[in-house]
Nanobody, 126 residues
Framework: EVQLQASGGGLVEAGGSLSLSCAAS????????IGWFRQAPGEERKALAC????????YYEDSMRDRFAIASDATKKTVYLQIGSLKPADTAVYYC???????????????????WGKGTQVTVSS
């Protein structure tokens, strides 16, 4: 089973940017996608974006494309989430998750993915 390691979180000032990384342990990632989610205290988990690791076909939830950019580096087995123009409302634990490519679609992504990594905390100060 693929294992995931998220990193890159930290304390950032509002207006700044941050790049999160999700490294996958599985040697063969054909047909796999990785997605990013976040959960703020007292709120439900929110799906952000996902991407097929090999094909780099991506999907974004709602208005996430405005300030979020997801990218895949298949050689490094890593997916990145770039967040720009950070706001205090972006403060949350950010999780990456993995699953077969069909999980990265408008009909399924919002419901989650099978395999989850530990989250990384992002705190945006005003």
């Amino acid at each position: 089973e693929v294992q995931l390691q998220a990193s890159g979180g930290g304390l950032v000032e509002a207006g700044g940017s941050l790049s999160l990384s999700c490294a996958a342990s599985e040697s063969r990632l054909d047909g796999y996608a990785i997605g990013w989610f976040r959960q703020a205290p007292g709120e439900e988990r929110k799906a952000l974006a996902c991407i097929s690791i090999i094909s780099s076909v991506s999907y974004y939830e709602d208005s996430m494309r405005d300030r979020f950019a997801i990218a895949s580096d298949a050689t490094k087995k890593t997916v990145y989430l770039q967040i720009g123009s950070l706001k205090p409302a972006d403060t949350a634990v950010y999780y990456c998750a993995a699953g077969p490519d069909h999980y990265c679609s408008a009909s399924r992504f919002n419901h989650g993915m099978p395999t989850w990594g530990k989250g990384t905390q992002v705190t945006v100060s005003s």
